[in-house]
Protein backbone atom coordinates (compact mmCIF):
# COMPACT_ATOMS: atom_id res chain seq x y z
CA UNK A 1 0.00 0.00 0.00
CA UNK A 2 1.86 3.56 -1.33
CA UNK A 3 -1.01 5.74 0.31
CA UNK A 4 0.88 6.25 3.51
CA UNK A 5 4.35 6.50 2.15
CA UNK A 6 3.21 8.92 -0.76
CA UNK A 7 1.46 11.34 1.87
CA UNK A 8 4.99 11.64 3.94
CA UNK A 9 6.95 11.44 0.93
CA UNK A 10 4.82 14.25 -0.66
CA UNK A 11 4.77 16.12 3.08
CA UNK A 12 8.29 16.27 3.42
CA UNK A 13 8.92 17.55 -0.45
CA UNK A 14 6.78 20.03 0.01
CA UNK A 15 8.76 21.26 3.14
CA UNK A 16 12.08 21.06 0.84
CA UNK A 17 11.04 22.56 -1.76
CA UNK A 18 9.22 25.30 -0.03
CA UNK A 19 12.44 25.89 2.60
CA UNK A 20 14.04 26.20 -1.26
CA UNK A 21 11.90 29.35 -2.06
CA UNK A 22 9.77 27.48 -4.31
CA UNK A 23 5.78 29.47 -4.24
CA UNK A 24 3.39 26.99 -3.15
CA UNK A 25 1.37 28.19 -5.37
CA UNK A 26 3.31 25.61 -7.96
CA UNK A 27 3.70 23.16 -5.01
CA UNK A 28 0.46 23.12 -3.07
CA UNK A 29 -1.14 21.49 -6.60
CA UNK A 30 1.92 19.93 -8.46
CA UNK A 31 2.40 17.86 -5.41
CA UNK A 32 -1.18 17.24 -4.40
CA UNK A 33 -1.72 15.89 -7.86
CA UNK A 34 1.65 13.54 -7.75
CA UNK A 35 0.36 12.04 -4.24
CA UNK A 36 -2.81 11.09 -5.82
CA UNK A 37 -1.12 9.31 -9.17
CA UNK A 38 0.93 7.38 -6.22
CA UNK A 39 -1.74 6.66 -4.19
CA UNK A 40 -3.22 5.04 -7.11
CA UNK A 41 -6.56 7.26 -7.19
CA UNK A 42 -9.29 6.82 -9.58
CA UNK A 43 -8.98 10.41 -10.65
CA UNK A 44 -6.31 13.41 -11.18
CA UNK A 45 -8.52 15.66 -12.62
CA UNK A 46 -11.40 15.70 -10.27
CA UNK A 47 -9.37 15.90 -7.26
CA UNK A 48 -7.61 18.76 -8.68
CA UNK A 49 -11.07 20.43 -10.10
CA UNK A 50 -13.60 19.56 -7.41
CA UNK A 51 -11.42 19.38 -4.08
CA UNK A 52 -8.27 21.33 -4.29
CA UNK A 53 -9.73 24.44 -5.86
CA UNK A 54 -12.80 24.22 -4.43
CA UNK A 55 -11.34 24.09 -1.35
CA UNK A 56 -8.91 27.16 -2.16
CA UNK A 57 -12.23 29.30 -3.68
CA UNK A 58 -13.98 28.65 -0.25
CA UNK A 59 -11.22 29.79 1.79
CA UNK A 60 -10.35 32.90 -0.20
CA UNK A 61 -14.50 33.57 -0.05
CA UNK A 62 -14.70 33.76 3.13
CA UNK A 63 -11.58 35.17 4.38
CA UNK A 64 -10.68 37.71 1.28
CA UNK A 65 -12.05 40.54 2.82
CA UNK A 66 -10.00 40.77 6.28
CA UNK A 67 -6.78 40.08 4.01
CA UNK A 68 -7.60 43.08 1.83
CA UNK A 69 -9.05 45.51 4.34
CA UNK A 70 -5.54 44.22 6.36
CA UNK A 71 -3.45 44.98 3.55
CA UNK A 72 -4.80 48.51 2.78
CA UNK A 73 -4.80 49.18 6.65
CA UNK A 74 -0.71 48.50 6.44
CA UNK A 75 0.14 50.37 3.49
CA UNK A 76 -1.73 53.32 5.07
CA UNK A 77 0.03 53.10 8.66
CA UNK A 78 3.13 52.90 6.67
CA UNK A 79 2.69 55.45 3.91
CA UNK A 80 1.50 57.98 6.72
CA UNK A 81 4.18 56.77 8.86
CA UNK A 82 2.07 55.99 11.62
CA UNK A 83 3.77 52.53 11.84
CA UNK A 84 7.14 54.10 11.81
CA UNK A 85 5.77 56.68 14.56
CA UNK A 86 4.82 53.97 17.44
CA UNK A 87 8.00 51.95 17.07
CA UNK A 88 10.26 54.82 17.23
CA UNK A 89 8.13 56.19 20.32
CA UNK A 90 8.68 52.72 21.96
CA UNK A 91 12.00 52.51 21.07
CA UNK A 92 12.90 55.54 22.49
CA UNK A 93 10.84 55.79 25.78
CA UNK A 94 12.91 51.98 26.39
CA UNK A 95 15.95 53.14 25.61
CA UNK A 96 19.06 51.37 23.04
CA UNK A 97 20.13 49.52 26.25
CA UNK A 98 16.89 47.52 26.02
CA UNK A 99 16.81 46.84 22.60
CA UNK A 100 15.29 43.53 22.66
CA UNK A 101 12.19 44.63 24.48
CA UNK A 102 12.15 47.41 22.20
CA UNK A 103 11.72 45.35 19.00
CA UNK A 104 9.33 43.20 21.24
CA UNK A 105 6.73 45.95 21.93
CA UNK A 106 7.13 47.66 18.99
CA UNK A 107 5.94 44.72 17.10
CA UNK A 108 3.46 43.59 19.75
CA UNK A 109 1.33 47.01 19.61
CA UNK A 110 1.50 47.03 15.78
CA UNK A 111 0.71 43.33 15.19
CA UNK A 112 -2.18 43.55 17.77
CA UNK A 113 -3.80 46.87 15.74
CA UNK A 114 -4.35 44.63 12.95
CA UNK A 115 -0.77 45.44 11.03
CA UNK A 116 0.45 42.56 8.60
CA UNK A 117 3.79 40.76 9.90
CA UNK A 118 5.69 42.24 6.41
CA UNK A 119 4.67 45.47 7.28
CA UNK A 120 5.52 45.23 10.42
CA UNK A 121 8.94 43.82 9.86
CA UNK A 122 9.72 46.65 7.16
CA UNK A 123 8.63 49.59 9.94
CA UNK A 124 10.36 48.14 12.75
CA UNK A 125 14.08 46.52 11.24
CA UNK A 126 15.51 50.17 10.43
CA UNK A 127 14.42 51.26 14.16
CA UNK A 128 15.91 47.56 15.44
CA UNK A 129 19.21 48.07 13.59
CA UNK A 130 19.67 51.53 14.72
CA UNK A 131 18.97 50.55 18.38
CA UNK A 132 21.10 47.19 17.88
CA UNK A 133 23.65 48.64 16.69
CA UNK A 134 24.12 51.81 19.39
CA UNK A 135 23.87 48.68 22.12
CA UNK A 136 26.38 46.80 20.43
CA UNK A 137 24.01 43.77 20.36
CA UNK A 138 24.31 41.02 17.51
CA UNK A 139 22.25 41.46 14.26
CA UNK A 140 20.78 37.78 14.65
CA UNK A 141 18.68 38.40 17.63
CA UNK A 142 16.75 40.84 15.25
CA UNK A 143 15.11 38.36 13.75
CA UNK A 144 13.81 36.39 16.65
CA UNK A 145 13.16 39.31 18.76
CA UNK A 146 10.52 40.51 15.79
CA UNK A 147 9.11 36.90 15.61
CA UNK A 148 8.38 36.88 19.41
CA UNK A 149 6.41 40.42 18.92
CA UNK A 150 4.87 39.44 15.62
CA UNK A 151 3.61 35.52 15.52
CA UNK A 152 3.35 34.92 18.83
CA UNK A 153 1.25 35.81 21.83
CA UNK A 154 -0.31 38.60 19.32
CA UNK A 155 -1.17 35.83 16.98
CA UNK A 156 -2.56 33.50 18.70
CA UNK A 157 -3.02 34.32 22.37
CA UNK A 158 -4.19 37.97 23.32
CA UNK A 159 -8.26 38.71 23.08
CA UNK A 160 -9.58 40.17 20.19
CA UNK A 161 -6.31 40.11 17.99
CA UNK A 162 -7.17 40.85 14.50
CA UNK A 163 -4.79 38.11 13.09
CA UNK A 164 -6.43 35.24 11.28
CA UNK A 165 -5.46 32.60 13.10
CA UNK A 166 -7.86 33.97 15.89
CA UNK A 167 -10.64 34.40 13.53
CA UNK A 168 -10.66 30.94 11.23
CA UNK A 169 -12.42 29.21 14.00
CA UNK A 170 -15.32 31.67 14.86
CA UNK A 171 -16.95 30.03 11.54
CA UNK A 172 -16.54 26.96 13.02
CA UNK A 173 -17.35 27.22 16.68
CA UNK A 174 -20.03 30.02 16.89
CA UNK A 175 -17.21 32.01 18.78
CA UNK A 176 -15.45 35.52 18.32
CA UNK A 177 -12.24 36.76 18.64
CA UNK A 178 -12.55 37.75 22.50
CA UNK A 179 -13.09 33.72 23.10
CA UNK A 180 -11.83 32.74 26.57
CA UNK A 181 -9.92 35.93 27.68
CA UNK A 182 -8.40 34.58 30.94
CA UNK A 183 -6.59 32.04 29.04
CA UNK A 184 -5.30 33.71 26.31
CA UNK A 185 -3.64 36.39 28.44
CA UNK A 186 -2.13 33.51 30.89
CA UNK A 187 -0.76 31.96 27.56
CA UNK A 188 0.08 35.42 25.76
CA UNK A 189 2.06 36.01 29.35
CA UNK A 190 3.56 32.80 29.26
CA UNK A 191 4.67 33.08 25.59
CA UNK A 192 6.23 36.80 26.21
CA UNK A 193 7.98 36.09 28.84
CA UNK A 194 9.27 32.56 28.06
CA UNK A 195 10.78 34.71 24.54
CA UNK A 196 11.91 37.57 26.84
CA UNK A 197 14.24 35.21 28.60
CA UNK A 198 15.85 33.15 25.79
CA UNK A 199 16.54 36.24 24.38
CA UNK A 200 17.98 37.84 27.37
CA UNK A 201 20.05 34.76 27.90
CA UNK A 202 21.28 34.57 24.20
CA UNK A 203 22.53 38.32 24.80
CA UNK A 204 24.36 37.69 28.23
CA UNK A 205 26.14 34.43 26.73
CA UNK A 206 26.74 36.70 23.44
CA UNK A 207 28.52 39.29 25.72
CA UNK A 208 30.75 36.65 27.58
CA UNK A 209 32.17 35.71 24.55
CA UNK A 210 32.49 39.38 23.01
CA UNK A 211 30.07 39.05 20.67
CA UNK A 212 28.55 42.36 19.14
CA UNK A 213 26.66 43.60 16.02
CA UNK A 214 29.13 42.81 14.00
CA UNK A 215 29.93 43.65 10.06
CA UNK A 216 26.96 43.89 8.30
CA UNK A 217 25.50 46.21 5.05
CA UNK A 218 22.76 48.00 6.39
CA UNK A 219 22.28 50.49 3.78
CA UNK A 220 18.68 49.86 3.70
CA UNK A 221 18.29 52.30 6.66
CA UNK A 222 18.75 54.72 3.92
CA UNK A 223 14.92 54.74 3.51
CA UNK A 224 13.84 56.87 6.60
CA UNK A 225 10.44 58.98 7.32
CA UNK A 226 10.29 62.09 7.73
CA UNK A 227 7.77 64.04 9.97
CA UNK A 228 6.26 61.58 11.63
CA UNK A 229 2.72 61.97 13.16
CA UNK A 230 2.45 62.12 17.13
CA UNK A 231 2.57 58.91 18.60
CA UNK A 232 -1.22 58.84 20.13
CA UNK A 233 -2.60 59.95 16.66
CA UNK A 234 -0.29 56.94 14.85
CA UNK A 235 -1.71 54.67 17.86
CA UNK A 236 -5.35 55.53 17.60
CA UNK A 237 -6.39 53.23 14.83
CA UNK A 238 -4.41 50.55 16.51
CA UNK A 239 -6.90 50.85 19.77
CA UNK A 240 -9.88 51.45 17.04
CA UNK A 241 -9.10 48.27 15.49
CA UNK A 242 -9.32 46.23 18.92
CA UNK A 243 -12.35 48.41 20.74
CA UNK A 244 -15.23 48.39 17.47
CA UNK A 245 -14.39 44.93 17.13
CA UNK A 246 -15.45 44.40 20.81
CA UNK A 247 -18.53 46.56 20.90
CA UNK A 248 -19.07 44.69 17.48
CA UNK A 249 -19.37 41.01 18.58
CA UNK A 250 -20.44 42.14 22.40
CA UNK A 251 -23.17 43.98 21.93
CA UNK A 252 -23.88 45.67 18.03
CA UNK A 253 -24.34 42.35 16.30
CA UNK A 254 -26.27 40.45 18.95
CA UNK A 255 -28.72 43.10 19.28
CA UNK A 256 -29.66 43.35 15.34
CA UNK A 257 -32.33 41.34 14.03
CA UNK A 258 -29.90 39.00 11.91
CA UNK A 259 -32.74 36.02 11.58
CA UNK A 260 -32.70 37.19 7.47
CA UNK A 261 -29.40 35.14 7.40
CA UNK A 262 -31.09 31.39 8.41
CA UNK A 263 -32.26 31.82 4.86
CA UNK A 264 -31.00 29.89 2.13
CA UNK A 265 -29.89 32.82 0.33
CA UNK A 266 -27.16 33.69 2.65
CA UNK A 267 -26.26 29.98 3.00
CA UNK A 268 -28.71 29.40 6.06
CA UNK A 269 -26.17 30.09 8.83
CA UNK A 270 -26.88 32.14 12.03
CA UNK A 271 -25.02 35.43 13.44
CA UNK A 272 -23.15 32.89 15.63
CA UNK A 273 -21.16 31.74 12.85
CA UNK A 274 -20.39 35.23 11.09
CA UNK A 275 -19.73 37.49 13.76
CA UNK A 276 -16.40 37.02 14.81
CA UNK A 277 -15.62 37.31 10.84
CA UNK A 278 -17.85 40.49 10.40
CA UNK A 279 -16.76 41.89 13.86
CA UNK A 280 -12.94 42.11 12.24
CA UNK A 281 -14.01 43.58 8.77
CA UNK A 282 -16.29 46.07 10.52
CA UNK A 283 -13.23 47.23 12.81
CA UNK A 284 -10.59 47.43 10.17
CA UNK A 285 -12.83 49.05 7.70
CA UNK A 286 -13.32 52.00 10.20
CA UNK A 287 -9.58 52.32 11.30
CA UNK A 288 -8.99 52.64 7.21
CA UNK A 289 -11.34 55.65 7.07
CA UNK A 290 -9.97 57.21 10.50
CA UNK A 291 -6.27 56.84 8.80
CA UNK A 292 -7.16 58.64 5.72
CA UNK A 293 -9.32 61.27 6.76
CA UNK A 294 -6.79 61.86 9.68
CA UNK A 295 -3.61 61.53 6.81
CA UNK A 296 -5.28 62.39 3.82
CA UNK A 297 -2.76 65.22 3.20
CA UNK A 298 0.19 62.80 3.74
CA UNK A 299 -0.22 60.02 2.35
CA UNK A 300 -0.96 58.94 -1.45
CA UNK A 301 -4.58 57.20 -0.86
CA UNK A 302 -4.59 55.97 -4.32
CA UNK A 303 -1.18 54.01 -4.34
CA UNK A 304 -2.44 52.47 -0.84
CA UNK A 305 -5.20 51.47 -2.13
CA UNK A 306 -3.92 49.97 -5.14
CA UNK A 307 -1.00 48.79 -3.33
CA UNK A 308 -2.87 46.60 -0.33
CA UNK A 309 -5.06 45.30 -2.98
CA UNK A 310 -1.80 44.10 -4.60
CA UNK A 311 -0.22 43.20 -1.41
CA UNK A 312 -3.02 41.03 -0.15
CA UNK A 313 -2.95 38.18 -3.16
CA UNK A 314 -0.22 36.45 -2.93
CA UNK A 315 -0.33 36.07 1.16
CA UNK A 316 -4.03 34.50 0.57
CA UNK A 317 -3.48 32.80 -2.74
CA UNK A 318 -0.24 31.03 -0.72
CA UNK A 319 -2.73 30.04 2.18
CA UNK A 320 -5.72 29.14 0.25
CA UNK A 321 -3.07 26.99 -2.29
CA UNK A 322 -2.13 25.03 1.18
CA UNK A 323 -5.82 24.74 2.06
CA UNK A 324 -6.13 23.15 -1.31
CA UNK A 325 -3.30 20.44 -0.83
CA UNK A 326 -4.96 19.82 2.48
CA UNK A 327 -8.32 19.50 1.42
CA UNK A 328 -6.72 16.54 -1.39
CA UNK A 329 -4.38 14.97 0.99
CA UNK A 330 -7.32 14.71 3.65
CA UNK A 331 -9.45 13.07 0.99
CA UNK A 332 -7.34 9.75 0.60
CA UNK A 333 -8.02 6.90 2.63
CA UNK A 334 -3.95 7.18 4.03
CA UNK A 335 -4.07 10.01 5.44
CA UNK A 336 -7.88 9.08 7.52
CA UNK A 337 -5.91 6.29 8.72
CA UNK A 338 -3.12 8.92 10.04
CA UNK A 339 -5.66 11.53 11.06
CA UNK A 340 -8.04 8.81 13.09
CA UNK A 341 -4.89 7.58 14.98
CA UNK A 342 -3.87 11.30 16.25
CA UNK A 343 -7.21 11.48 17.45
CA UNK A 344 -7.49 8.61 19.20
CA UNK A 345 -4.74 9.42 21.16
CA UNK A 346 -7.07 10.99 23.14
CA UNK A 347 -10.58 10.28 21.36
CA UNK A 348 -13.02 12.15 24.39
CA UNK A 349 -11.10 14.72 24.91
CA UNK A 350 -11.38 17.40 22.16
CA UNK A 351 -8.89 20.12 23.13
CA UNK A 352 -5.96 17.24 23.48
CA UNK A 353 -7.14 15.43 20.20
CA UNK A 354 -7.84 18.92 18.29
CA UNK A 355 -4.37 20.61 20.03
CA UNK A 356 -2.23 17.45 17.87
CA UNK A 357 -4.34 17.36 15.29
CA UNK A 358 -3.77 21.26 14.30
CA UNK A 359 -0.19 21.07 15.54
CA UNK A 360 0.51 18.33 12.92
CA UNK A 361 -0.92 20.16 10.10
CA UNK A 362 0.64 23.00 10.67
CA UNK A 363 4.26 21.45 10.75
CA UNK A 364 3.19 20.29 7.41
CA UNK A 365 2.45 23.14 5.88
CA UNK A 366 4.55 25.26 7.13
CA UNK A 367 1.80 27.21 7.92
CA UNK A 368 -0.37 28.74 10.94
CA UNK A 369 -3.86 29.22 9.11
CA UNK A 370 -2.74 26.76 6.54
CA UNK A 371 -2.79 23.96 8.94
CA UNK A 372 -5.45 25.46 11.15
CA UNK A 373 -8.18 26.30 8.45
CA UNK A 374 -7.16 22.60 7.32
CA UNK A 375 -7.90 20.92 10.37
CA UNK A 376 -11.03 23.19 11.17
CA UNK A 377 -12.23 21.96 7.48
CA UNK A 378 -11.36 18.36 8.92
CA UNK A 379 -12.58 18.05 12.42
CA UNK A 380 -13.85 20.96 13.50
CA UNK A 381 -17.65 19.89 13.35
CA UNK A 382 -16.69 16.80 15.25
CA UNK A 383 -14.37 18.60 17.64
CA UNK A 384 -17.99 21.31 18.84
CA UNK A 385 -19.64 17.84 19.17
CA UNK A 386 -17.35 16.45 21.25
CA UNK A 387 -16.81 19.49 23.38
CA UNK A 388 -20.34 19.76 24.19
CA UNK A 389 -20.40 16.33 25.07
CA UNK A 390 -17.42 16.78 27.52
CA UNK A 391 -18.58 19.81 28.72
CA UNK A 392 -16.19 22.04 27.48
CA UNK A 393 -16.46 25.52 26.38
CA UNK A 394 -16.87 26.41 22.49
CA UNK A 395 -14.66 29.46 23.69
CA UNK A 396 -12.02 26.98 25.69
CA UNK A 397 -11.96 24.99 22.72
CA UNK A 398 -11.35 28.17 20.20
CA UNK A 399 -7.96 29.66 22.35
CA UNK A 400 -6.56 26.28 22.89
CA UNK A 401 -6.95 25.11 18.71
CA UNK A 402 -6.07 28.82 18.17
CA UNK A 403 -3.11 28.54 20.65
CA UNK A 404 -1.94 25.17 19.10
CA UNK A 405 -1.71 26.23 15.61
CA UNK A 406 1.29 28.35 16.99
CA UNK A 407 2.72 25.22 17.94
CA UNK A 408 4.77 23.67 15.12
CA UNK A 409 4.33 26.31 12.21
CA UNK A 410 7.54 27.78 12.52
CA UNK A 411 9.73 25.10 10.71
CA UNK A 412 12.47 25.98 8.05
CA UNK A 413 9.98 26.35 5.53
CA UNK A 414 7.72 28.42 7.12
CA UNK A 415 6.74 31.28 4.58
CA UNK A 416 6.81 34.07 7.33
CA UNK A 417 10.50 33.11 8.29
CA UNK A 418 11.81 33.38 4.89
CA UNK A 419 10.61 36.62 4.48
CA UNK A 420 11.48 37.90 7.76
CA UNK A 421 15.25 36.71 7.18
CA UNK A 422 15.22 38.22 3.46
CA UNK A 423 14.34 41.75 4.96
CA UNK A 424 16.75 41.09 7.82
CA UNK A 425 19.25 39.65 5.26
CA UNK A 426 20.56 37.20 7.18
CA UNK A 427 19.98 33.60 7.00
CA UNK A 428 18.81 30.43 8.60
CA UNK A 429 22.28 29.57 9.82
CA UNK A 430 22.63 33.07 11.60
CA UNK A 431 18.77 33.06 13.06
CA UNK A 432 17.13 30.02 12.75
CA UNK A 433 17.94 28.45 16.39
CA UNK A 434 16.58 32.00 17.95
CA UNK A 435 13.83 31.94 15.71
CA UNK A 436 12.68 28.18 16.71
CA UNK A 437 13.09 28.51 19.99
CA UNK A 438 10.88 31.78 20.48
CA UNK A 439 8.06 30.83 18.10
CA UNK A 440 7.52 26.95 18.00
CA UNK A 441 9.46 26.10 21.44
CA UNK A 442 8.32 28.62 23.61
CA UNK A 443 4.39 28.83 21.86
CA UNK A 444 4.38 25.21 22.41
CA UNK A 445 5.43 25.07 26.25
CA UNK A 446 2.87 27.87 26.39
CA UNK A 447 -0.09 26.20 25.12
CA UNK A 448 0.85 22.89 26.86
CA UNK A 449 0.92 25.19 30.60
CA UNK A 450 -2.57 26.50 29.18
CA UNK A 451 -4.20 22.87 29.03
CA UNK A 452 -3.08 22.43 31.74
CA UNK A 453 -4.41 25.30 33.79
CA UNK A 454 -7.49 24.95 32.10
CA UNK A 455 -8.22 21.16 33.34
CA UNK A 456 -6.66 21.82 36.54
CA UNK A 457 -8.86 25.08 37.41
CA UNK A 458 -11.07 25.87 34.55
CA UNK A 459 -9.76 28.90 33.90
CA UNK A 460 -10.86 31.01 30.73
Known sequence: M?????????????????????????????????????????????????IFMVKLGDFATIYFPLFLLSAIFGKIMENSGSARAISEYVSQKIGPEKAILATVLSCAVLTYGGVSLFVVAFAVYPIAVALFRKADIPKRLIPPAIALGSFTFTMVALPGTPAIQNAIPTQYFGTNTFAAPGLGIIAATLMFVGGMFWLRRQLKFARIIGEGYGQHDDRVLQTAINDLPNFWVAVMPVILVILVNYISVKYVFPNIDTSYLQTEKYGATDIKVVAGNWGIIVAVFFSILFLTCKHFKRINLLKCLNGGAADSLLPIFNTASVVGYGAVINSLPGFVMI?????????????????????ALCAITGSAS??????????????????????????????????????????????????????????????????????????????????????????F
Not at 17 to 28: E, H, I, P, Q, T
Not at 30 to 47: D, I, K, M
Open 2 to 50: LEVPSIFLSIALLMFFAYKGVSVLVLAPLLASCTVLLSGQESLLAHYTQ
Open 339 to 359: RDQIISLSSENPIISGSCVTG
Open 370 to 459: GGLSISMEMIGEQLLKLANQANVSPEVLHRIISLASSTLHALPHNGAIITLLVICGLTHKDSYRDILVVSLVNTTVATLIAILIYNLLGV
